[in-house]
């Protein structure tokens, strides 16, 4: 791989090694994030609700290593993926151009998975009509209840509504120019922790203002622009990224996972936002994790991933709109109707469940995908 990571020329034209890598792992670990769930959410549906209770010693410690220094990663992994492939955008190509092929690609299949959480849980009496035709009622504003991992594709739209505003600067910024912005960018990931330990309203929030100071700032957007700095600017060697990677992974996660342990009292009740108060993807520690995942994966260096890579990363958006279908299930055989003693160990449970989960989405997307139109289910 050459000092920069800008990949063009041939190589450009084709598919990339390490990306393909990316969207298979964080496709798995965004399963293995709600695997965990079933092993702290208070509630009867095995995911993390409002209230969360973590049953004894193993499960605090599984679900903080699992859920939080393992797969905290996963959606800015996701976000970093598509920035790093689209930005900045190809010359000629205009606003309506570029919004007319992204959002064709993601929106029809977001919509099929919508309207499906809304209704298909009626064959298994797992939800009631009334539930679904309420949430059938909110499709238009936000996703359906049994569909909260749709959380994802709002922040996704945004990012791909933002990326023509953006690309003509990041194609004339400097090095210095983006970093400065991302220096912003980092000072704004403190703000949930300094909402939640100092105070509510920072920066000119108030009731008739939400946005604060750093606003425009904040959020996915900077991941969008880390892509990019990594990609045209970024000039480590090598061996470099693989010894900074590794330390900005192991010093972000480990705090990721051990915020969660700290919280989480075996036995008591408590909010899942305050157990989770370090869990945030724009925060400093998961922003952290993120960056040095991302380096330690720009070090693939070979030029095609293995067919069953390369298929699955094909498939993964597909499977990700799926999988709660199939986790949900899974998770209840091997919680068994209790989550302080599973059907195995809490250690083997957890990936044991992703694992299942990731194996049934890889099947059905794979079979849906030879049906004619099916780009329009799984994109």
Known sequence: MNNQLTLNGKQSAGRIAFIDYIRVIACFLVMLVHASENFYGADSSGLAGNMSMLANEANRF???????????????????????????????????????????????????FMVLYTFLPLLWGGMQWEQSLADLKRLPFNFPSMAGHLWFMYPLISLYLIIPVVSPWLERASAKDERIFLGIFIVSTFIPWIHRFIT????????????????????????????????????????????????????????TGWSFYLKG????????????????????????????????????????????????????????????????????????GNAAQP?????????????????????????????????????
């Not at 799926?322 to 209840?332: Q, S």
């Not at 469940?353 to 994109?379: E, N, Q, T, Y």
């Open 200 to 255: 509510p309203e920072l920066w000119g929030e108030c009731f008739w203002n939400g946005f604060t100071m750093l606003w425009y700032c904040s959020g996915y957007l900077g991941y969008l622009v880390m892509a990019h700095y990594i990609r045209f600017h970024l000039d480590w060697d090598k061996a470099k990224r693989l010894r900074v990677g590794a330390l900005c992974f192991l010093v972000g996660a480990a705090f």
């Open 62 to 112: 599984w679900v903080a290593f699992y859920d939080g220094f393992v797969a905290r990663t996963c959606v800015p992994l996701f976000m970093i993926v598509s920035a790093f492939l689209l930005v900045p955008m190809k010359n000629g190509v205009t606003m309506g151009e570029f919004y007319r092929k992204r959002f064709t690609r993601i929106l029809p299949p977001m919509l099929v």
């Open 343 to 379: 059907l195995i160990p809490v250690w083997a449970a957890i990936p044991v469940i992703a694992i299942l989960s990731f194996i049934c989405c890889a099947i059905a997307s794979w079979l849906i995908s030879k049906i004619p139109g099916s780009k329009w289910v799984i994109g």
């Open 265 to 336: 009292v075996p036995g008591q009740l408590i909010e899942t936002p305050e157990l989770e108060w370090s869990w945030a993807f724009c925060t400093p520690n998961v922003l952290l994790a993120s960056f040095g995942a991302f380096l330690l994966f720009t070090c693939i260096t070979r030029k095609e991933a293995p067919a069953i890579v390369t298929g699955l990363s094909k498939l993964s958006f597909g499977m990700y709109l799926m999988h709660m279908f199939f986790l949900g299930p899974i998770a209840k055989v091997f919680v068994a």
